[in-house]
């Protein structure tokens, strides 16, 4: 079965190309399998793959994990919705990339100014964990968008996860770059890979990472790429 995406308000956007993503990839049977039980539980939900969001020429590439069910599974936006939004957005904002600290629904007028969000799994998968398989067949989308960094850019992994996926999309060994919090990794063509703990709920709630962490890693991020703070 595939889906008409213009009926389930899929705007498509010029400005990702079609390689980077596809609204009606089924490549991952348990995934579209989960999708339609959720899709009979939540209606409303938009319980597709989620595509990338922000500035196609964007120096930041940031890579999470996967959709929430009620986050960007419902909205249709990375991060939109969900809990660990608020940390993301919050920060985004506070050093220039956002337009706004809130992205709470796909109707909200937020921009992103040289960011693009998007994440190792383009679909919703049971307990917020993907497959191994389902994480490479997934990876051509991801492969495909960070191709669009120039050079000097920087990806900003969420998690070992998003790492992984980000160093298998850049054609680089996993053993040659271990996660860490805070860790910076030089690749080819002068990009780096920063690691940051993702800012889930569970992170947050139990401190495992804070918001002066977060911004820590921002801070590193913008001296990498010249961009200063903004003044509160």
């Known amino acids: 079965m595939r889906y008409d995406t213009k009926k389930a308000g899929i705007l498509p956007d010029p400005a990702i190309p079609t390689p980077v993503y596809d609204a ?24 597709l793959p989620v595509p990338p969001f922000g500035d196609p020429n964007a120096r930041l590439v940031i890579v999470g994990l996967a959709p929430g069910m009620h986050g960007a599974n419902a909205t249709g936006r990375p991060f939109t919705g969900d809990y660990a939004g608020i940390l993301l957005y919050e920060t985004l904002h506070a050093y220039g990339y956002a337009s706004s600290p809130l992205s709470r629904t796909a109707d909200d007028r937020i921009t992103l100014v040289d960011c693009r969000i998007t994440n190792a799994v383009k679909c919703l998968p049971p307990a917020n964990k993907p497959l191994p398989q389902e994480m490479k067949s997934c990876n051509d989308y991801l492969t495909a968008d ?28 996993r053993t040659a770059h271990t996660f860490a919090h805070g860790a910076q990794h030089a690749l080819p063509n002068g990009v ?18 804070t918001a002066a962490m977060f911004r820590a890693v921002f801070d590193a991020v913008g001296a990498r790429l010249g961009r200063n703070r903004p003044s509160a």
């Open 192 to 209: 780096a890979l920063f690691d940051s703990y993702h800012c889930s709920r569970y992170n947050t709630n139990t401190g495992r990472l």
């Open 24 to 47: 009606s990839c089924r490549r991952c049977p348990r995934l579209v399998q989960f999708l339609e039980e959720v899709r009979a539980a939540y209606p409303d939900h938009r319980c």
């Open 146 to 173: 960070l191709a669009l960094l120039p050079p000097g850019g920087v990806v900003l992994a969420l998690g070992r996860i998003a790492h992984d996926a980000a160093l298998l999309a850049l054609r680089e060994r």
